[in-house]
Structures are given as C-alpha cells and as structure tokens.
C-alpha cells in the first residue's frame, strides 16, 4: 500500500501557521508528501524546505486572484496539489496548513487504509473533528462547528477539491466514505490574537471583494477571542509535535466554560444532540457506507 500526502501553503508564517506540525503529524502514514507552496515573500517556502524529509515534493505556482470568490481559488490550489500525487499511490491523506493528526491515530490510521484498499466503493476516509478556540485549552462545543470530513481519498483524479476546498467531490457527486473514529485537532482558531486579525482580513478575501471584507472583519488591530458563543475545558493531549508551539504561546485567553451565550433554538438544538447524536440540518459533505 503506497500513500501520498498533500496540501497547499502560503503566508504561513506571516499568518503563523502551524503547517509544519500539520505535515509531519502525517509523514509517518506517508511515502511521499506534496506540498503545493503560493507565491509569497514571508518565509512559506524555506519554512517547507527546513523540514528536510526526502518525503516532501514542493510544487510552487502563482495563486490566482481572480478565483477568490467563494473559495474556489482554494480549491483550484488544492487540486494542483493532488494533482501531483504519484500515480502509484493508492490512498491520498489530505491535511490543512492549521490541521495536525495526534500520533494515538497512527496505527489506526494504517490498519483502516489497510481494510479498506480493496474495497473499491470506499472513496474517502472520514474524520470527526476537535477544533481548538482561543488557546490550546480550550475546544469549540457548539452547532458552529463542523463534526466530521473527509481527509483520505482513494488517488482518482476524478475526485475533485469542492467549494472552498473543505470537502471533495467525485464528477459532482458526494464521495461515499467509512468513519475511522479518528480526529484531526484544527488549530485554526489558536494564534496570537494580532496574527489572527490579520489572517481573519486576508482569509476572507478567498470569499469577498475588498468592500465586503471591510465591513465582515473589524478594524481592530487584534482578534476578540471574547466573542464566542460556548467553549468546554479540553482535558486530553495534545500532539508531540505541538508541544514547542504551545509551550511559546505569548498570549493569555481565560474563558468562563459556564457562560452559554447561545439563542433558545440552539439551546434547544444542543440539547436534542446531546441525547441523541442527531444534530438537526447537519451539512454532510460525504455519503456514509
């Protein structure tokens, strides 16, 4: 069983990043690693080279602009990156710059790609999702966040990055995927808070024109991590290769765990999830087989 890796990076040190956690979180699973690196001046690209893997293939290509609306562009940079993939790998783990797989799921993560290469109606792996808010303390709870997507993907160039590059597609079609019980930790929402301000301007420009970003993304030269409906203590691990970044974090975010700042619907919403598993108008972007 050969398996490629994949992703696409840019501004990841102006915007701090952690894509070298992301990519040898994976490299373990991995006979070779594509990473697709955008034109940027920060430092993207040495960054990539410093991990010195023999593993690591870097393909560089100038981000297209005039594809920002909706994403696609992400998507379209995501293909290249697949794209690139050696055509002798069976499975393809595809992981984001602020995305990292704990080392418990190694051994997991092989045995179900194992299990499932030859069963050819597999098209994808599906992960369940921790995402990390404010600090590495504390984990989103609520309906505003995702549940589970797909990060492995047999290697068929039929299957095309959707949207804004969160999910995939196979000639339009949702891919039918097998849950792994295995979970990415996201990342996203834990960097300084000026970093995160400043990611909050330039990520939203994949989406909207200039105008629209100005009014959606405040002025302020910090992000107010305050502003969050309902957070939970994280009590677990976190990954070996986190540890120097989360021993650096230069920032201080305390949050009441009991303060629930959510409608009567959602309240309503959460509670029918917690007894039930049923989270009501869930958008799935996969099929489960």
Not at 213 to 229: L, P
Request: with cysteine; aromatic share 12%.
């Amino acid at each position: 069983m050969k398996v490629s890796g994949f992703t696409i990076a840019k501004n990841a040190v102006k915007f701090d990043y952690p894509v070298v956690e992301a990519i040898t979180s994976v490299l373990p699973v991995c006979d070779e690693f594509v990473v697709n690196v955008g034109d940027c001046n920060d430092g993207t690209l040495e960054l990539i080279q410093n991990i010195n893997s023999p593993k690591i293939k870097i393909i560089q290509s100038v981000w297209d602009d005039n594809l920002r609306e909706g994403g696609k562009l992400l998507a379209d940079e995501t293909n290249h990156a697949f794209d690139a993939v050696s055509a002798d790998s069976d499975w393809a783990f595809y992981i984001q710059a602020d995305e990292v797989l704990h080392e418990k799921y190694l051994d997991k993560m092989r045995a179900r790609m194992k299990e499932h290469k030859y069963n050819m109606k597999v098209e994808g792996l599906l992960f369940d999702y921790t995402h990390f808010y404010g600090s590495y303390d504390y984990v989103g709870n609520s309906r505003r966040w995702y549940r589970n997507e797909i990060r492995v993907i047999r290697n068929d160039k039929h299957i095309r990055s959707y949207k804004d590059a969160q999910g995939f597609r196979k000639n339009g079609e949702k891919l039918h995927v097998k849950p792994i019980g295995v979970s990415i930790y996201h990342y996203g929402w834990v960097k300084p808070p000026k970093a995160q301000q400043d990611k909050q301007k330039s990520f939203h420009k994949m989406w909207h024109d200039d105008e629209a970003v100005k009014k959606m993304v405040s002025a302020a030269d910090e992000f107010d991590y305050n502003a969050i409906d309902s957070l939970s203590k994280f009590t677990g691990t976190h990954p070996a290769v986190m540890q120097q970044r989360i021993q650096n974090q230069n920032w201080d975010f305390k949050f009441d765990t009991s303060k629930i700042n959510l409608s009567l619907k959602d309240k309503l919403l959460a509670q029918i999830e917690k007894h039930s598993g049923w989270r009501v108008g869930e958008n799935k972007n996969y099929k489960i087989i």
